[in-house]
């Protein structure tokens, strides 16, 4: 084997011919690409982050065209009944409203009940969704209610179109 000396290989610095390298600097062109990248990438995994956290909102009102949830309208077809996608039938006795509903939700049939009284800043609802029982309770807020299921998972806000509490026996933003 050859020793170092023997290779053919010309390391005198006058022979050396030195290929031109770009600087890197802090401030350059290829720098600040990694910066605007690593920009965008920290501002979608933050927006990621605070869509996740943030709340669902669901837009009821009644009128006289019917009772809309989200962009579905059941329309009236009786005093206090609706029909649509799904049905509706409201009911007031003694300052207790009740609301009922029928329908098929994710693929499953789905019945929900609601109460509250007139005084009350509370909405009580039962859903039965498939063989599942789930309960919500409907906090008054300003503007419509703050929806808790009792799985703890699912939280929704429903905003009332004209702030007028109705009842919403539809499990809207149910994650189960």
Request: with cysteine.
């Given at each position: 084997?050859?020793?170092?000396?023997?290779?053919?290989?010309?390391?005198?610095?006058?022979?050396?011919?030195?290929?031109?390298?770009?600087?890197?600097?802090?401030?350059?062109?290829?720098?600040?690409?990694?910066?605007?990248i690593t920009f965008i990438g920290i501002f979608l995994a933050l927006a990621g982050v605070w869509f996740s956290l943030s709340p669902n909102v669901v837009s009821v009102?009644?009128?006289?065209?019917?009772?809309?949830?989200?962009?579905?309208?059941?329309?009236?077809?009786?005093?206090?009944?609706?029909?649509?996608?799904?049905?509706?039938?409201?009911?007031?006795?003694?300052?207790?409203?009740?609301?009922?509903?029928?329908?098929?939700?994710?693929?499953?049939?789905?019945?929900?009940?609601?109460?509250?009284?007139?005084?009350?800043?509370?909405?009580?609802?039962?859903?039965?969704?498939?063989?599942?029982?789930?309960?919500?309770?409907?906090?008054?807020?300003?503007?419509?209610?703050?929806?808790?299921?009792?799985?703890?998972?699912?939280?929704?806000?429903?905003?009332?179109?004209?702030?007028?509490?109705?009842?919403?026996?539809?499990?809207?933003?149910?994650?189960?």
């Amino acid at each position: 084997m050859p020793g170092i000396r023997s290779l053919p290989i010309t390391v005198d610095s006058d022979h050396v011919k030195h290929a031109k390298h770009k600087v890197w600097s802090a401030w350059s062109w290829e720098a600040s690409k990694y910066r605007i990248i690593t920009f965008i990438g920290i501002f979608l995994a933050l927006a990621g982050v605070w869509f996740s956290l943030s709340p669902n909102v669901v837009s009821v009102g009644v009128d006289s065209s019917g009772y809309r949830i989200g962009k579905s309208l059941l329309v009236p077809i009786g005093v206090g009944e609706y029909s649509g996608d799904a049905a509706l039938v409201i009911s007031k006795t003694g300052g207790i409203t009740k609301a009922s509903s029928e329908e098929t939700y994710k693929g499953v049939h789905t019945t929900g009940v609601c109460l509250f009284s007139d005084n009350s800043l509370l909405e009580n609802c039962t859903f039965v969704i498939g063989n599942k029982e789930v309960q919500a309770t409907d906090k008054k807020v300003e503007g419509g209610w703050s929806r808790h299921y009792n799985n703890n998972q699912s939280d929704v806000t429903i905003q009332l179109d004209n702030g007028k509490a109705i009842p919403v026996p539809f499990p809207i933003g149910y994650q189960g």
